[in-house]
């Protein structure tokens, strides 16, 4: 069974460039999430999907970034534009269904902004 | 104040000692309490997991919670060179929402042979 996939594995861009992250969850689960570790921090959850649904966004930072989940399987983050505090690495995670489950987590994107 | 803390490390250890780690949290609404393990440039992996107060055991690893100290630990017997990553404390409040996590910082763990 495949894990979950994330694209691009390393991304560098110049500030106010805009930068799209794209995730694979494990075929079936209905969960998504998006975590985000900046430098020196910890992982901090941005936002839930279920399905295609935004179940919860309250860590979002700002209105630059706006993810998608399209027809309830890959979800796409985008920075628009891109700051220099964006830069981090960027895990998305998935589970099966409701209550506690195992979170999946991809590999990451490690962005950099200059 | 953070959330949950975490000694980031680096903590070094000989092959075959006992690791101990440990996080601390400040939010009394925790109920489930998880440990996972980051290899370099991987996503986590949960390890362990625990729901409220109380200790559970796979293997060479326990995790322990005490609630009313708001502290949870995880313990490594026999640690071996492939335990060798970053070990994650992970927290959530809700059944409902079990996938929104609290996150320590880290602890960096490097066994020697």
């Known amino acids: 069974e495949a894990g979950v996939t994330q694209f691009p594995s390393h991304s560098v861009i110049e500030k106010g460039q805009t930068v799209t992250l794209r995730c694979d969850p494990i075929s079936g689960h209905d969960n998504l999430y998006w975590y985000r570790r900046v430098m020196g921090k910890e992982i901090k959850f941005l936002l839930h999907?279920?399905?295609?649904?935004?179940?919860?966004e309250s860590g979002m930072p700002n209105n630059r970034f706006l993810a998608e989940r399209t027809g309830g399987t890959y979800s796409t983050l985008k920075v628009q534009p891109a700051e220099l505090e964006d830069s981090g690495v960027y895990f998305c995670?998935?589970?099966?269904?409701?209550?506690?489950?195992?979170?999946?987590f991809g590999s990451g994107t490690q962005l950099s902004v200059l | 104040q953070k959330e949950v803390e975490q000694d980031p490390g680096p903590l070094s250890v000989p092959e075959g000692a006992i690791v101990s780690l440990n996080c601390t949290y400040s939010n009394s609404a925790f109920q489930y309490f998880m440990w996972y393990r980051q290899y370099s440039r991987k996503g986590p992996e949960l390890l362990m997991y625990?729901?409220?107060?109380g200790n559970k055991e796979d293997g060479r690893f326990t995790a322990q919670v005490d609630k009313s100290s708001k502290y949870i630990s995880l313990f490594i017997r026999d640690s071996q060179p492939s335990d060798s990553a970053t070990y994650l404390c992970?927290?959530?409040?809700?059944?409902?929402?079990?996938?929104?996590?609290?996150f320590g910082q880290g602890t960096t763990l490097q066994v020697k042979p």
């Open positions: 999907f279920v399905k295609e649904s935004k179940q919860d």
């Open positions: 625990t729901y409220s107060s």
């Open positions: 995670a998935s589970s099966p269904g409701q209550g506690y489950e195992k979170l999946f």
């Open positions: 992970a927290m959530s409040e809700s059944s409902s929402n079990t996938g929104k996590l609290i």
